[in-house]
C-alpha cells in the first residue's frame, strides 16, 4: 500500500514538473513572439521611413552627367580652346563576366595599349560597376566599323560618342591659355575645399594652369543626373529621370590671338617674354612666353617621352617666363627713376651733369657704358642716350628709402593680380626686404654703394615682364593703373547673359602732368633720336620706348665681348614701348634672354608688334637683330 502510495506521488511530482515545462515554453513562446512582433513594429512603423529610403537606395542609383567645358575664344571671336565629339570604346563592368579576357578579345581587334589599360584599371577603382568607363578614346572610323561587326561577341561593350578638349591654335598662347589633364590627389583636396565635390561627380578632368585653371568653376558648368533603376547584382535595368547637365560658360578674352601669334613668330627661336597691354582698360593684349608647348599633349595624359622633351629642355619650355621669370630690368628702369626725381624735387628737367664716364663712390668707380662719358647731360638726354652716370648720381641722391617708395606705386616687385595663377613677386630691393631676405646680421646691412646700383636697373632689382608691362602702361595712361586681365566677360551658356570684366583702376597716383609729359617726350625721343632709333626708323606712327641691357653675371671691372661669352651668360635685352604716342593704345614690354643690347634683339621685336597692332603690317619671318651696341 506504502508502495503504491509512493508510485503515485512520484507521478504526481512529474506531471507537476511537466506542466512547470510546458508553463515555461509558453511564457518563452510568447515572449519571443512578443520580442518579434516588438522588432517588427519598430522596422515596419517606427523606423519605415530609414528602410523605405535605404531599400528605395539600393534600388536606385544617381548617374552623375558630366557637363560639356565652355569654349574660350580671343576678343575677335576666334576658338582657343574648345570640345569635340569623339567615339571611345567603352565597357560596363557589371554587365561582363570576365574583363581581362574581354580586354584581351577586344585588344584582336582594335589597339589596346599598356596604358589604356593601367588607365580602365584607375577608372574601375574609383567607379560604380553599372558606369560605362572607356578603355580606348578617339577610335578612328575603320575601329569603330570593325568593333560594330564584332559587337555580338562582347556584351556590356559599346561605342559611344564623348567630347573631348581640343586647342584649335596648337601652341600658340599656351600659357596664357593652359591646359586640362586628369584630377589628381591635390585636384580633389582643392575642389572639397571649395565645396564643389558635388559637382565634380564623374568628372575626370580639371584646369591646370592658365585660363583653363584660374576660371575652372566657370568653364566646368554643373552637372547633370541620370536616375538609374539597378537589380540586386549592381546591373542598370532602366532609367527612371533625368537632369540635364549645364555647359559650362563661354570666355571671351583681351587677347588678340593674331597679335600674340604674329609676336611668338618674332621671336624666333630665342628664349624670351613679351606682354603687351592696353593702357586704358588693363586688358593683355598679348601673352608671350617663349619657347612654348602644345596643350593638346596633357588632355588624355601626356607621353613619357613627350613629357621628358619638355621637362629636361635647357630651354625650359614650361616656365612661362611673362609671369614666372624674374630679371634685372637693366636701363628700362630710367625712365621711372626720372619720373620719381621730378615727383620728389630731387631734379627738375634742365638741371645738367657732367659726366666724365664714371662715378666715384666709397672707393668704387662706377662705369657708365660709353667711355668718355657723354659730356653735359640733362633729363632729356639721360633717357635718350641712355646715361648710366646721370642715374647713379640720382639714386646716391634720392636713396633706397625713397627708390623702393616710388617704385613700389608702380607695382614693381609686387604680384599684378592677373588672372592667371602661380605669378612670381619679384624683387624691389630696399633695406626691409634685405632684412628678410638675409639671415646673417652682417647680410642684413644695407650699403650705400648697394643703392648706386639700383638706379641703373641692376643690383638687386628683379621684375618679372609683365611687371615691367604694368608699369609702362601707367605712364602711357598718366598715372592710372588698371588692373591686368586677360579675360574680357563671361557668358552664361543656359542664359546668354555677359558679365563683363569691368577695368578696375589699382591706384590713381597723383603725378603732375608736366612730369608725366617730360618722361614720354624723352621716350619718345629714344626711337626718334636715341638707342632706339634704327630699330623705328620709318615707322608711321610716333612711339615712346626705352632701351634695357641687363647683366647676367658680374663683369668685375672688365669688359663685356658676347663672342667671348657662353651664350647662357650673355646679357639680357629688354625694350619697354608705348604707341601712339598722344594717345596710347598698347604698352608692352619684351626681354629677350641672353640677347645682348636692348636695341639689338629686344627692340625689333617690339618693333613689329606695333607695326601689326596699329597699321596691320604682318612680318615674314622672325625679327632681325640689329647690329647695335647700345642700350
Not at 512547470?20 to 518579434?36: I, M, S
Not at 578674352?253 to 582698360?281: W, Y
Not at 635718350?384 to 640720382?394: A, F, I, R
Request: with cysteine; hydrophobic share 40%; charged share 25%.
Amino acid at each position: 500500500m506504502l508502495a503504491r502510495q509512493s508510485s503515485l506521488n512520484a507521478a504526481d511530482s512529474e506531471l507537476a514538473r511537466f506542466h512547470f515545462r510546458v508553463v515555461l515554453a509558453g511564457v518563452a513562446v510568447v515572449a519571443a513572439v512578443a520580442l518579434l512582433a516588438s522588432r517588427f513594429f519598430y522596422l515596419q512603423v517606427v523606423q519605415h521611413d530609414y528602410y523605405t529610403t535605404r531599400a528605395e537606395d539600393n534600388r536606385i542609383s544617381v548617374v552623375p552627367i558630366v557637363p560639356n567645358r565652355g569654349v574660350i575664344v580671343d576678343r575677335n571671336g576666334v576658338v582657343l580652346a574648345r570640345n569635340y565629339s569623339a567615339f571611345t570604346l567603352e565597357i560596363t563592368p557589371s554587365k561582363v563576366d570576365d574583363l581581362d579576357a574581354t580586354i584581351d578579345g577586344l585588344g584582336k581587334l582594335i589597339e589596346v595599349l599598356p596604358k589604356d589599360r593601367r588607365r580602365f584599371g584607375k577608372l574601375l577603382e574609383e567607379s560604380k560597376l553599372y558606369e560605362s568607363l572607356p578603355i580606348r578614346t578617339r577610335l578612328t572610323e575603320e575601329e569603330v566599323a570593325r568593333f560594330a561587326a564584332n559587337r555580338y561577341l562582347f556584351p556590356g561593350v559599346e561605342v559611344k560618342a564623348r567630347l573631348f578638349r581640343q586647342y584649335p591654335m596648337g601652341p600658340i598662347a599656351s600659357h596664357a591659355i593652359g591646359y586640362i589633364n586628369r584630377i589628381n590627389k591635390r585636384d580633389l583636396e582643392m575642389i572639397e575645399e571649395s565645396e564643389q565635390a558635388a559637382n565634380y561627380k564623374g568628372t575626370d578632368h580639371i584646369g591646370k594652369t592658365g585660363i583653363e585653371q584660374h576660371y575652372e568653376f566657370q568653364l566646368h558648368g554643373e552637372t547633370g543626373y541620370e536616375q538609374v533603376e539597378i537589380d540586386a547584382g549592381g546591373r542598370a535595368i532602366r532609367s527612371l529621370a533625368r537632369t540635364a547637365p549645364v555647359q559650362g560658360s563661354r570666355l571671351v578674352l583681351t587677347l588678340d590671338v593674331k597679335l600674340q601669334e604674329m609676336a611668338e613668330k618674332a621671336f624666333g627661336d630665342r628664349r624670351g617674354a613679351l606682354v603687351a597691354i592696353e593702357p586704358s582698360t588693363g586688358g593683355i593684349l598679348a601673352l608671350v612666353s617663349n619657347p612654348t608647348f602644345d596643350p593638346n599633349l596633357f588632355v588624355d595624359g601626356i607621353r613619357t617621352d613627350d613629357w621628358d622633351l619638355l621637362n629636361k629642355s635647357p630651354d625650359r619650355p614650361m616656365l612661362n617666363r611673362a609671369l614666372n621669370g624674374t630679371y634685372p630690368p637693366g636701363s628700362t628702369f630710367k625712365p621711372f627713376m626720372a619720373l620719381a626725381a621730378l615727383e620728389t624735387g630731387k631734379r627738375t628737367p634742365g638741371q645738367t651733369i657732367s659726366d666724365p664716364g664714371f662715378f666715384n663712390f666709397g672707393g668704387h668707380q662706377f662705369r657708365d657704358d660709353k667711355k668718355g662719358g657723354h659730356g653735359t647731360v640733362d633729363m632729356y638726354k639721360s633717357i635718350v642716350q641712355s646715361c648710366d652716370t646721370y642715374y647713379y648720381m640720382l639714386a646716391n641722391d634720392m636713396g633706397i628709402d625713397a627708390i623702393a617708395r616710388f617704385m613700389g606705386q608702380l607695382g614693381l616687385g609686387q604680384r599684378t593680380g592677373v588672372d592667371i595663377d602661380g605669378e612670381s613677386e619679384g624683387v624691389l630691393p630696399s633695406p626691409e626686404w634685405k632684412k628678410r631676405r638675409f639671415r646673417r646680421p652682417e647680410q642684413q646691412k644695407w650699403f650705400a654703394g648697394e643703392t648706386v646700383s639700383i638706379g641703373i636697373g641692376q643690383g638687386y632689382n628683379s621684375y618679372t615682364p609683365i611687371q615691367l608691362a604694368l608699369a609702362t602702361a601707367t605712364v602711357a595712361n598718366n598715372g592710372v593703373m588698371f588692373r591686368p586681365h586677360l579675360v574680357k566677360y563671361i557668358t552664361d551658356s543656359r542664359t546668354g547673359e555677359k558679365t563683363m570684366v569691368e577695368p578696375e583702376p589699382l591706384r590713381r597716383l597723383p603725378w603732375k602732368p608736366q612730369h608725366v609729359e617730360t618722361i614720354k617726350n624723352a621716350m619718345i625721343g629714344v626711337n626718334t633720336q636715341g638707342t632706339g632709333a634704327r630699330a623705328f626708323a620709318g615707322a608711321g606712327y610716333t612711339s615712346g620706348g626705352k632701351t634695357g641691357t641687363a647683366q647676367v653675371f658680374s663683369l668685375k671691372g672688365g669688359d663685356y665681348k658676347s663672342s667671348r661669352l657662353k651664350e647662357t651668360l650673355r646679357d639680357h635685352a629688354l625694350f619697354i614701348a608705348f604707341a601712339p604716342a598722344d594717345e596710347p593704345k598698347i604698352a608692352l614690354a619684351v626681354i629677350v634672354e641672353n640677347g645682348g643690347f636692348g636695341a639689338q634683339s629686344a627692340a625689333p621685336i617690339a618693333r613689329m608688334v606695333l607695326d601689326y597692332y596699329l597699321l596691320g603690317k604682318l612680318p615674314k619671318g622672325a625679327a632681325q637683330e640689329d647690329d647695335v651696341e647700345d642700350d
